[in-house]
C-alpha cells in the first residue's frame, strides 16, 4: 500500500509540476554538465515508472553527488515526499524544507503540507500549526488535507475546539472513518456527549470498519454512555467490540469495571479489575518485609532465618538480591564469615541494581579474605565491585576496598599503584583521603616512613576537615616517636589537638606527649601525660552498645519501663530505631497500642529509608487500635509505587484487603490505581496527564507526578494547570538542591506561592537582592500565602534586607515575623535572632514581648538574660531587677548566672538599695576570686562602702572617676 501511494503522489507532481520545473530549469541556464542530467535523467525516468524506493534512493545519491546542481529543488522535493511516506520524517523534514527554499510560490505544489505533516510525525505540533496558518492555494484534495492536517496539530496541542473546528469543515460525504472518530473524540472532551454518541454508534455500527478505528469507536461510545448515565448501553458496546487486543481488552476491563459499579455490583467490578490487572510481586514483597523488620530489629538470626525463607520462594526474584545482602552482613556481625559468603555469592555477577552489586561485592570480598583466607576469591569479588562502580564516589569505594585487599595480601606495591592511580583520576573526590592515609599506612608497614610521613602531611594539610586528618597527624608522631625523634612532634601534636579525638585516639596522643616531655625533660609534665594515656576511657560506641544490651534484657525479663527510657539516651540511629521497634513490639502484646504507636511516630522523621517498614508495622498497630483513617495513611504512603519502594505491592494489597473488610468492595476498587485513572471523564490529553499527575501525588509517587507534569507543560505550557505543574517541579528540583532549575520555572510567575519559592531558591544561592524582590511580591498580594508560608517569607525578605543593608526593610520584616512567630522548638533559634536584631535596632517592645515568649516557652538562661536586658533599656528598673535574679538564682548556666548578678547589683545601686547590692557584691567577690570580674566586684563594694574618715573634698565630677559598668 505504501508503495503505491507513493508511486501515485509522485505520478502526480511529476504529471502536474514536472513539465513546468524541467522548461524553467533545463534549457534556459546554459549548458549543464553530463553526470548532473544522467542523473536527473535516471530519476525522472524512475519517477515515470512508477519505482518509488528506486527513485528515493537515486534521489538521495543524485543530492549527495551534486550539491549545486540546478535541478536539485525539484529533486529534494520529490525525495522528502517519498521519504515522509516510507515513515522517515526526520529524514524528509530538511530536504522538504530546502525546496520549499528553492521553488517559486507556483510551483511548491503540496509541499508546504508535507512539511506541516513531517513537523507533526516529529512531534513538533506548535510549528506545524504555525505552518498550517498560511493561505492554501490549491484544489479540493489538498484542502480537505490541510483541514485533516489543522486537526491533527489542534489535538496534539490540545486544543479540541481547534480540532472539532476543522473536522466540521470537512464536507460529511467526505469524511472518512477516521475524520469521523477524531470528530466524535473532540466532541466528547468538549463535553458534548450526546452528539459524540450519535456519531460513535452509527460508526460502530458500520459493517465495513475494522482495526483500530473500530475498537476505538466501540470504546469511545462505551464512555460516552457511561458519561450519559447509561451503564447498560455501555455495556452493550463493550459485548460488541469483541475480542480485542491484549492492551485494549485491559482498557476495556476496566470501563466495564466502571459500568458494572454503576450497576451496583462493586464485588464483581472488583473482581473483573484484579483479574485483569493482578497485583503483582505482592508475596515477595510481603517476604522483603519481614527480612527487613528483623534487620531494623538487629535480630541477627530472625534476620538470616527470613532470608532462607524468601530464598526457597523467590531465588531470582528482584528482592532477592537485598535479602542476601541483609542476611550476609547479619551472619558477619556474628563472625560467621564463611557462612555469609556462602549466602551472599549465588547470583551476585548479575544482580541487577548496580548499586546493590557494588555494596555485595564490597563485602563479599572483605567475608572471603576475613573467613576462608582466599586471595583469589576476594580479588573476584573486588574486580566485580570495581566493574560495577560508576560514579566517581563509587569509584573511590572500590579502589580503597581493592588496595586494602591487595596489602593485606603481601601485594604493596599493586595497592600503592591502585591508590595513585584513584587520587590522580579524582584528587578533589571523597575517597581521597582515604587512599592518601592508606597509601601512608603502607609506606610505614614497609619502612620508608620518610615518604610516609610527607604522604600523610598531606592528608593533613589538604582535607583538615576529613576524619582522616587526625589520624594522619597522630600516625606521623608515632612514627617520629618511634625513631626517637619525639621532639620533632611537638608541631604534629599541636595540630592534633585541634581536632575532636575519640577515647583511642586521645590515649594516643597522651603517650605521645608524654614521649615528647620526657625528651625535654618535664617530668612533672610527663606524668601528667602518662595518667591521661593509661587512664581506661570507655568508647562512647560500646557505652551505646552496653546500654542497648542492658535494655534487651530489660525486656527479656519483662522490665518494659527502663527499656523505653533508654532508648532517648542511644546515640546510633540503628540501635535507636531497633529497641524502638522491639519495646512497640512488648508494648503491643501487653494491649498497650497507644504507647507503642507514640514510639514508632518518631522513626518516621528518623529512618526515611525505611519508612515503609515502619509505615506497615504502624498501620497494624492503628488497626488493632481501631484508628482506622490513620492506618489507611500510613498503607497509602507506603504503597507509593515510586522506584526505591520493594514493599509498595505488599502495602497495596493490604489497604486494597483492609478497605474490603472495612468500607466494602467499592472502597476497595477506587484504591486500584489504574482504575481509579481510568475513570471515564470527558478529558483532553493535557487534562488527563494533570488528573494522572495529581493521582500519583496523592498516592505517594512523585516521581510518577513529576513525569505527568512535565508532559502537561510540553503540551499545554500556558494552560490552566501550568501554574501548578511548575510549582511542584519546582519544588522538587529545590528538594534536590537544584536551585538554579528551581528559578528557572518559576521566573515569569507571579503566583504568590510561586513567588515565595523563586525568594528561597535566590536566597540558596546567596543571591539577595532578587530573592528580596521575589519574597516582597508573594507578600504583596493579601492573603496570597497562608500563615506558616507569610512568615517564612518575612523571615527571609528580613535576612535579605539585612545582607543588603537595608535596615529599614529589615527591621519590618523581622517585627513581623517575631509578632507571629510561635514559640516552638523549630522556630527558637530563629525568633530569638530576630528578637535580638530588634533589640539592637531599638526596637525594644517588639524584641520584649518575642523575648517574653521564648522564655516561658523554654526557660533558657540567655533568653531569660536578654528579657531582662530588654527591660532595663526600656526604663522598667523593678521588673528588670526581678528578671535578673530569676536567672541569677534559678539557672543552671554559671556564665549566665554570673553576669545576671552583675546587672542586678547595679540596678540595686540605680534602685537605693545599697546594702542589698553590697551584699551580692560580697557574694560575687568571694565567687570570683583572682579574676577581672572579681576585681571589678571588690572596687564597687568599696565605692558602696561608708568612708572611714571625712572627705576633705567633694567628689569628681571627672566622668573617668565615675563607677565602671557592670562586666557584659
Not at 23 to 44: H, K, M, N, V
Not at 107 to 114: G, S
Not at 211 to 227: F, I, P, Q, Y
Not at 473 to 498: F, K, M, Q
Request: aromatic share 4%; glycine share 6%; proline share 6%.
Amino acid at each position: 500500500m505504501r508503495v503505491a501511494s507513493a508511486s501515485s503522489s509522485l505520478k502526480t507532481v511529476r504529471a502536474g509540476s514536472l513539465p513546468v520545473l524541467f522548461l524553467l530549469l533545463c534549457p534556459f541556464r546554459g549548458p549543464i554538465l553530463a553526470a548532473e542530467a544522467e542523473d536527473f535523467q535516471i530519476f525522472q525516468r524512475l519517477v515515470r515508472e512508477g519505482a518509488v524506493q528506486t527513485a528515493v534512493e537515486r534521489g538521495l545519491a543524485y543530492l549527495e553527488r551534486h550539491p549545486g546542481g540546478p535541478h536539485r529543488p525539484y529533486v529534494a522535493g520529490l525525495v522528502g515526499r517519498g521519504l515522509l511516506e516510507q515513515g522517515r520524517p526526520g529524514e524528509a523534514l530538511p530536504l522538504l524544507e530546502e525546496a520549499l527554499k528553492g521553488l517559486p510560490a507556483k510551483d511548491q505544489d503540496t509541499l508546504p503540507l508535507d512539511r506541516a505533516e513531517a513537523l507533526l510525525a516529529l512531534g513538533r505540533a506548535a510549528e506545524a500549526a504555525e505552518a498550517l496558518k498560511a493561505p492554501l492555494k490549491g484544489k479540493e484534495p489538498a484542502r480537505l488535507r490541510h483541514l485533516r492536517l489543522t486537526a491533527r496539530a489542534a489535538e496534539a496541542l490540545d486544543d479540541p475546539e481547534g480540532a472539532v473546528r476543522a473536522l466540521t469543515a470537512l464536507p460529511e460525504s467526505r469524511r472518512t472513518a477516521p475524520d469521523r472518530l477524531a470528530l466524535a473524540r473532540g466532541l466528547s472532551v468538549l463535553g458534548r456527549d450526546e452528539p459524540a454518541a450519535r456519531l460513535l454508534g452509527s460508526l460502530a455500527a458500520d459493517p465495513g470498519l475494522s482495526g483500530d478505528v473500530r475498537t476505538e469507536a466501540h470504546l469511545l461510545l462505551a464512555a460516552c454512555r457511561l458519561r450519559l448515565k447509561d451503564a447498560d448501553g455501555a455495556l452493550q458496546a463493550l459485548d460488541s467490540a469483541g475480542m480485542l487486543p491484549d492492551d485494549e481488552q485491559a482498557r476495556a476491563d476496566l470501563l466495564r469495571a466502571w459500568a458494572l459499579l454503576a450497576t451496583g455490583e462493586a464485588a464483581r467490578a472488583y473482581d473483573l479489575v484484579r483479574t485483569r490487572i493482578p497485583l503483582k510481586a505482592w508475596e515477595e514483597a510481603a517476604s522483603l518485609a519481614a527480612v527487613r523488620g528483623a534487620d531494623l530489629r538487629r535480630d541477627a538470626e530472625a534476620t538470616v532465618a527470613a532470608v532462607r525463607a524468601l530464598l526457597a520462594r523467590f531465588p531470582d526474584g528482584p528482592a532477592s538480591a537485598e535479602a542476601r545482602l541483609r542476611g550476609a552482613r547479619s551472619l558477619a556481625s556474628q563472625g560467621r564469615f564463611a557462612e555469609a559468603l556462602d549466602l551472599l555469592e549465588p547470583g551476585l555477577p548479575i544482580w541487577s541494581d548496580p548499586a546493590v552489586r557494588l555494596e555485595g561485592a564490597i563485602l563479599a570480598s572483605r567475608l572471603a579474605w576475613e573467613g576462608p583466607r582466599d586471595p583469589a576469591r576476594a580479588a573476584r569479588w573486588a574486580s566485580l565491585a570495581s566493574a560495577s562502580a560508576s560514579s566517581e564516589g563509587e569509584k573511590g569505594r572500590a579502589a580503597l576496598a581493592a588496595a586494602r585487599l591487595a596489602w593485606e595480601c603481601g601485594r604493596s606495591a599493586d595497592a600503592q599503584e591502585i591508590l595513585a592511580e584513584r587520587i590522580q583520576a579524582a584528587p578533589e573526590g571523597a575517597a581521597a583521603p582515604g587512599a592518601y592515609l592508606l597509601m601512608g599506612r603502607i609506606l610505614l608497614s614497609e619502612g620508608d616512613s620518610g615518604r610516609a610521613r610527607e604522604v600523610l602531611k598531606v592528608v593533613a594539610e589538604a582535607y583538615p576537615d576529613a576524619p582522616e586528618a587526625r589520624e594522619a597527624l597522630l600516625l606521623a608522631a608515632e612514627s617520629l616517636a618511634t625513631e626517637g625523634r619525639a621532639g620533632d612532634a611537638v608541631g604534629l601534636l599541636d595540630a592534633a589537638r585541634a581536632f575532636p579525638l575519640d577515647p583511642s585516639q586521645t590515649r594516643r596522643l597522651a603517650r605521645l606527649r608524654w614521649r615528647e616531655a620526657l625528651a625535654r625533660g618535664s617530668m612533672e609534665e610527663a606524668r601528667l601525660h602518662l595518667v591521661e594515656a593509661t587512664t581506661s576511657t570507655r568508647d562512647p560506641d560500646e557505652e551505646d552498645e552496653a546500654r542497648y544490651q542492658m535494655a534487651l534484657a530489660d525486656l527479656v525479663e519483662g522490665r518494659l519501663a527502663p527499656a523505653v527510657e533508654a532508648i532517648r539516651t542511644l546515640a546510633e540511629p540503628s540501635r535507636r530505631t531497633a529497641l524502638t521497634l522491639r519495646c512497640a513490639d512488648s508494648l503491643a502484646r501487653s494491649g498497650r497500642t497507644e504507647e507503642a504507636l507514640e514510639l514508632l511516630t518518631p522513626l518516621l522523621v528518623d529512618s526515611s529509608g525505611e519508612a515503609a517498614t515502619i509505615r506497615l508495622v504502624r498501620a497494624d498497630l492503628l488497626l488493632q487500635a481501631g484508628r482506622l483513617p490513620e492506618a489507611l495513611e500510613d498503607l497509602r504512603a507506603a504503597a507509593a509505587p515510586t522506584p526505591d519502594n520493594a514493599l509498595a505491592p505488599l502495602a497495596q494489597r493490604r489497604l486494597e484487603m483492609t478497605l474490603l473488610v472495612q468500607e466494602g468492595p467499592e472502597a476497595a476498587l477506587r484504591a486500584v490505581p489504574p482504575f481509579r485513572e481510568s475513570e471515564p471523564s470527558a478529558l483532553s490529553e493535557g487534562e488527563t496527564l494533570l488528573r494522572r499527575a495529581r493521582s500519583s501525588l496523592a498516592s505517594g509517587d512523585r516521581a510518577g507526578a513529576a513525569q505527568a507534569y512535565r508532559g502537561y507543560l510540553d503540551r499545554r505550557p500556558k494552560g490552566p494547570g501550568a501554574p501548578e505543574a511548575l510549582l511542584f517541579l519546582a519544588r522538587e528540583a529545590t528538594s534536590r538542591g537544584d536551585f538554579t532549575a528551581a528559578r528557572s520555572l518559576l521566573q515569569a510567575s507571579a503566583d504568590p506561592e510561586a513567588l515565595l519559592l523563586l525568594g528561597e531558591a535566590a536566597f540558596a544561592q546567596r543571591d539577595m537582592a532578587p530573592a528580596l524582590e521575589a519574597l516582597e511580591r508573594s507578600l504583596s498580594v493579601p492573603s496570597g500565602l497562608s500563615p506558616v508560608q507569610a512568615l517564612r517569607a518575612h523571615w527571609l525578605a528580613g535576612n535579605a534586607a539585612r545582607v543588603l543593608g537595608r535596615t529599614a526593610g529589615a527591621v519590618t520584616h523581622l517585627e513581623a515575623f517575631a509578632s507571629a512567630a510561635r514559640a516552638t522548638p523549630e522556630e527558637r533559634e530563629d525568633l530569638f535572632t530576630a528578637a535580638l536584631f530588634l533589640e539592637e535596632r531599638g526596637r525594644l517592645e517588639s524584641a520584649l514581648q518575642a523575648f517574653a515568649r521564648l522564655k516561658a516557652a523554654f526557660r533558657d538562661a540567655e533568653t531569660g538574660f536578654h528579657f531582662a536586658y530588654t527591660l532595663e533599656r526600656l526604663d522598667r528598673p523593678r521588673e528588670a531587677l526581678q528578671a535578673y535574679l530569676d536567672v541569677a538564682y534559678t539557672s543552671s548556666s554559671a556564665e549566665w548566672a554570673l553576669t545576671s548578678r552583675y546587672r542586678a547589683a547595679e540596678l540595686m545601686v540605680r534602685l537605693g538599695r545599697r546594702d542589698d547590692a553590697a551584699a551580692l557584691y560580697r557574694e560575687l567577690a568571694a565567687q570570683s576570686e583572682g579574676t577581672v570580674q572579681g576585681e571589678y566586684a571588690l572596687r564597687r563594694l568599696a565605692e558602696l562602702s561608708p568612708p572611714t574618715e571625712p572627705e576633705t573634698a567633694p567628689p569628681s565630677e571627672d566622668p573617668a572617676h565615675a563607677p565602671a559598668p557592670a562586666p557584659h
